[in-house]
Each structure stands twice: as C-alpha cells, then as structure tokens.
C-alpha cells in the first residue's frame, strides 16, 4: 500500500468527528468511499507522511476526486461528455458549486482511488485535467 493512513469525515449537524485510520488494505478504503453520502459523510482523504495526498468528496454517484503529489499542483479527475454547467454538492461539510466535468462516478472514483492508495500513480485509464493554485507576488 502506498499510502499510510486515510481520513474520513462524519458531520453532525455544525460538528465534524473526524476519523483517522491506518490504511492497511483496500477493502477499508473502498467502504469508506462507498459510505459517501453528500450530506454527513462528506470527505474521504488518502493520505501520506508528505504532502502526496487524494481526495474524495461527494456521495450518491457524483464524486469530485483531485490528487497533488506536492500540494501546489492539482490534478482533478473529470468527465468530459459532461459541462461546465455548475451542480450543487456538498464536500467538507459544504454545499458548493462544481462544474458537471468534475462530478464523476463511483466507478471513475474507484478505480482511480486504488491504483492511488496502492501505488501513488494517476490511473492512465480515466481523464484527468491538470489546475494550478496561483502564488501572490
């Protein structure tokens, strides 16, 4: 397994009960991806000792999954077929506007979560789009 640990979140009401567990296998990752339900269980976060981490928010089959090997550049799993038209999901205990694009399935999700968690590569047989986060000069 590449990755040491994952995160999961569990939002009660304004409150959050955050879960860190050690990632020993990938059955334990796939349930708590699958438990995504777009209301309370909002995030799930593979994670490293490093900056290397993927995340995985959403639930109820539209996922918005990113990964960043140096916390700088990010990398965002998408859906080409669909647009840029904004939809309502709730990631991080918030409701937010994402672009159709980034909304994916439970199918892309997993498959690109696995081969993250166990070899900290990009599955080649999804789409990714690359983003930036801009430095003030």
């Given at each position: 397994m590449f990755i040491l640990k994952f995160s999961t979140e569990n939002w009660q009401g304004n409150r959050n009960k955050i879960e860190l567990h050690l990632a020993t296998n990938w059955?334990?990752?796939e349930i708590a991806i699958k438990?995504?339900?777009g209301k309370n269980k909002t995030l799930v976060t593979l994670e490293t000792e490093e900056e290397t981490h993927m995340s995985i928010g959403g639930g109820n089959d539209k996922y918005v999954v990113y990964l960043t090997f140096d916390n700088e550049a990010f990398t965002y799993l998408i859906d080409p077929s669909?647009?840029?038209a904004e939809q309502s999901l709730?990631?991080?205990g918030q409701e937010s506007f994402y672009p159709a694009k980034l909304c994916v399935d439970l199918h892309k999700t997993l498959k690109a979560a696995k081969?993250?968690?166990e070899f900290g590569t990009?599955?080649?047989s999804v789409i990714w789009e690359q983003?930036?986060?801009l430095e003030l000069v």
């Open positions: 059955t334990d990752i438990a995504l339900d669909k647009s840029d709730v990631i991080g081969t993250f968690a990009i599955e080649k983003d930036q986060v």
